[in-house]
C-alpha cells in the first residue's frame, strides 16, 4: 500500500487471520498485479508476484491547474446488500496540496447457494451478518519547486462484523446462542521525500519514506454451552503486528556512447512487534467441569511476543542496445532479517519454563537476469530467471498449542525461508486494434513453508501438526490475454490461466493452485454508453493432495452481463450496471475452500463455500 506492506496476521489456530485486506478497494487510486517471482525488485515474499495498491494523491484530482476537485462513488451490491459511498476532495493553495477522503460500507452477510437453513454443523446457507466498514485518508504534499516534495500522508481503516453463527455445533452450543464478533483495525503514518530532476544531480528521481503503521485484528466469539463447562461462554482471540521502518527507491539513466543504462537502487530498512492473546470467560472455576475444562485453553498466548527487524538492499541495471531494442537487465538483492521471541508470561505458562526459545534470522542474496527484444514497434518477446524468498513468520516459528490426549499444533523455530527460482518466458503485442501477451512460467520452491499431520499417536488420538520446510515444490503454469477492436465500436476479448503445483518429494499435488479458468468477452461501445457479455469457463479441479477430496471442485461456466452509460457526457457522471452469474449456477472459487481444521473435525459443508447466485451492482462515479 502505497510502497508500505501489508503484513498477513495469522494465530494460526484459532481461525484469527486477515491483515493484506485490511483496505477499502473502491477508495484507491490504482490496483497492479504484477506477477512473476522477483525478489531482486519487490522484497521478500514476492515468491509468484505482487499486489501493488496506491490511494489518491492531491494531483490525480487537480489536473488541468484546478484549484479543487472532488470525486464522489457510490454503489450497491446485491450480493452482501451492501451500499458504499466514497468521497475525495482536494485543494490547492499555491505550492501546497490537500487531500481529504472518507469512505463507507455497510452490508449484510454475503450470500451463497446453500439451501439447509437449520441450526447445527449441517448448515449450508450464509450465517446472518451485519458489518460496517469506514476509511480516512489526509494527504498534504508540499512543493519547493518543481523538483523536491515533501509528503505527510495519514490513514485509518475499520471494519466491523456481527455474525449469527446458526451452524455452530449443535451438541456443543444450546441452538442459536452463539455470536462471533470481528473488529479489523489499522493505521498508518508516513512522511515522504521525492525529487524528480533533469538529470544534473546523483539521482534523476528518488523516492524515500519513514513509516509507522499498526493492524489489529480481534475475533470474540460469545454462546451458551451446552457440554462442560456449561453456561455462558466467551472467547476474546487478538493479533496485533506494529511495524515501522524506512524505505526508499531512485532511478539514474546514463548513455555511454550507443549503450543506455537506466540504474535503479532500492533500501528498506523495517522493524516490526507482533503481539498475539487469547482471553476468555466460563465456569471452568466449578468443579463439575473441571475434566471438560482440561481441553479448553484461555487466558494465554500461542505464539510468543516476537520482535523482528530486517534489512535489504537492491540494484538493477536496464542495459539498452540496438536504440534499445535490445534491453538485458541484470539485478541483485540482499534481505538479512531476524526474529526475537520475548518469554512472556501469557506464554511462559503454557511451554516448559526452562525452554528457550530460540531466536530465527537468515539472509539471501536474489539475484536476476531479464532479456527483452522489440522485433518491431508492436512485439516485444522477453525471459526471465529471478529468484526470491520468504522469510518464515511468526507463528510458523513459535506457535504452541496441545490439547491434551486429542491434538497439538507445534510451530518448527528451525524453519529456514522459502526459496524459488522463477523462469518466465513470453510476447507481448499492441496497437490501437489489437493487445494481447502470452507467458510460460514454472517455479521451482526449496524450503516451501507447509503444515503436515503427522497422524494420530497413543499422547494424541486426532492429529500432531508441525510446520515443515518441504525439500522440492514446483509451480508451473501459462496464461494469455487478448483485447481485439472489431468494426462498427464492436470489440472483444479473450484471456486464459492455468497453472499446476506439486511436491516433487512426495509427487502430490498443492491445494493452494486453481482450476484452469478462461473468460471471454464481447461488447459494443460508442463515445456514451457501452455494454459487454462475459463468459467465465473453468475447469473441474481433481488434482489434489492426497486424502483431501474435499478441495476437489466441478467444472462451471457464467455469464455475466456489464454496462455503462455517460448521460451528460465526460463532464456528468460514470454509471455502470452489472448482472453477474446470469443463469444463477452453483459453482466453488477452489481456492475459497478450507483444508481440515486442525483438530482433526471436518469443515462446514461444501455448499457453505459456495459463491453468489445471480446477483447485480450500480456504481456512480462524479469527477469535478
Request: with cysteine; proline share 4%.
Amino acid at each position: 500500500m502505497d510502497g508500505i506492506p501489508l503484513p498477513w496476521l495469522n494465530d494460526g489456530v484459532r481461525g484469527v487471520k486477515g491483515g493484506s485486506s485490511m483496505f477499502d478497494l473502491n477508495a484507491l487510486s490504482t490496483l497492479d498485479i504484477i506477477r512473476g517471482s522477483d525478489s531482486s525488485r519487490y522484497g521478500s515474499g514476492a515468491l509468484s508476484g505482487i499486489v501493488a495498491l496506491r490511494t489518491l494523491d492531491p494531483e490525480d484530482l487537480l489536473t488541468e491547474e484546478k484549484n479543487w476537485g472532488s470525486l464522489t462513488k457510490g454503489s450497491y451490491n446485491s450480493a452482501d446488500s451492501s451500499w458504499h459511498i466514497d468521497e475525495a476532495f482536494a485543494v490547492r493553495a499555491y505550492q501546497t496540496f490537500l487531500l481529504f477522503q472518507g469512505s463507507r460500507v455497510g452490508g449484510h452477510e454475503r450470500k451463497n447457494m446453500g439451501t439447509v437453513d437449520t441450526y447445527g454443523s449441517e448448515r449450508t446457507r450464509a450465517n446472518p451478518a451485519d458489518f460496517d466498514q469506514n476509511n480516512l485518508l489526509f494527504k498534504i504534499h508540499q512543493y519547493f519547486n518543481s523538483d523536491h516534495k515533501v509528503g505527510f500522508t495519514a490513514e485509518r481503516f475499520f471494519y466491523n462484523k456481527d455474525t449469527h453463527s446458526l451452524n455452530a455445533s449443535s451438541t456443543t452450543y444450546a441452538p442459536g446462542s452463539v455470536y462471533d464478533k470481528n473488529n479489523k483495525y489499522r493505521e498508518r503514518f508516513s512522511v515522504s521525500y521525492d525529487y524528480n530532476g533533469n538529470g544534473d544531480a546523483i539521482f534523476d528521481v528518488f523516492h524515500g519514506q519513514l513509516y509507522w503503521q499498526k493492524l489489529s485484528n480481534n475475533q470474540v466469539l460469545k454462546g451458551h454451552r451446552i457440554k462442560q463447562p456449561q453456561g455462558s461462554y466467551l472467547r476474546d482471540n487478538l493479533i496485533r503486528n506494529i511495524n515501522y521502518g524506512f524505505n526508499a527507491d531512485s532511478l539514474k539513466k546514463i548513455d555511454i556512447g550507443a549503450i543506455s543504462h537506466t540504474l535503479k537502487f532500492s533500501t528498506d530498512i523495517f522493524a516490526s512487534k507482533l503481539h498475539q492473546y487469547a482471553s476468555g470467560q466460563d465456569n471452568c472455576h466449578l468443579r463439575e467441569n473441571a475434566r471438560g475444562c482440561a481441553f479448553l485453553h484461555t487466558n494465554q498466548s500461542d505464539t510468543p511476543d516476537t520482535h523482528s527487524h530486517g534489512f535489504s538492499l537492491a540494484f538493477e541495471n536496464e542495459i539498452g542496445f540496438s536504440n534499445n531494442h535490445v534491453r538485458i537487465t541484470p539485478g541483485i538483492r540482499y534481505d538479512e532479517y531476524k526474529h526475537v521471541p520475548q518469554k512472556t508470561l501469557s506464554y511462559k505458562e503454557i511451554v516448559d519454563s526452562k525452554k528457550q526459545l530460540t531466536e530465527n534470522s537468515g539472509s539471501h542474496f536474489s539475484p536476476k537476469l531479464r532479456i527483452e527484444w522489440d522485433a518491431n514497434d508492436q512485439v516485444t518477446f522477453y525471459g526471465q530467471w529471478a529468484q526470491a524468498f520468504r522469510a518464515p513468520s511468526v507463528s510458523e516459528l513459535y506457535l504452541t498449542y496441545i490439547n491434551p490426549s486429542f491434538y497439538y499444533m507445534a510451530g518448527n523455530p528451525s524453519l529456514k525461508p522459502e526459496i524459488s527460482n522463477g523462469y518466465d518466458i513470453g510476447i507481448k503485442y499492441g496497437n490501437v486494434n489489437f493487445d494481447g501477451s502470452i507467458s510460460v512460467f514454472t517455479n521451482q520452491y526449496k524450503n516451501f513453508i507447509d503444515i503436515i499431520d503427522k497422524g494420530p499417536s497413543r499422547e494424541f488420538m486426532l492429529a500432531r501438526k508441525h510446520y515443515i520446510n518441504r525439500a522440492h515444490v514446483r509451480i508451473s503454469g501459462i496464461e494469455a490475454k487478448t483485447y481485439l477492436a472489431l468494426n462498427q465500436n464492436f470489440h472483444s476479448n479473450f484471456s486464459f490461466a492455468y497453472a499446476q503445483g506439486k511436491d516433487l518429494d512426495k509427487n502430490e499435488y498443492l491445494n493452494s493452485i486453481p482450476a484452469l479458468k478462461a473468460v471471454i468477452g464481447f461488447g459494443y461501445a460508442q463515445e456514451t454508453w457501452g455494454a459487454d457479455i462475459m463468459l467465465t469457463l473453468a475447469a473441474k479441479r481433481d488434482k489434489v493432495e492426497k486424502n483431501s477430496d474435499y478441495a476437489k471442485t466441478p467444472s462451471y461456466n457464467l455469464v455475466d452481463i456489464l454496462g455503462w452509460w455517460e448521460p451528460f457526457g465526460e463532464k456528468g457522471p460514470i454509471i455502470r450496471v452489472g448482472i453477474y452469474n446470469l443463469f444463477n449456477k452453483k459453482y466453488w472459487n477452489a481456492t475459497d475452500l478450507p483444508s481440515a481444521s486442525h483438530s482433526g473435525v471436518a469443515p462446514p459443508p461444501k455448499d457453505y463455500f459456495s459463491q453468489p447466485g445471480r446477483n447485480f451492482k450500480v456504481s456512480l462515479v462524479q469527477k469535478f
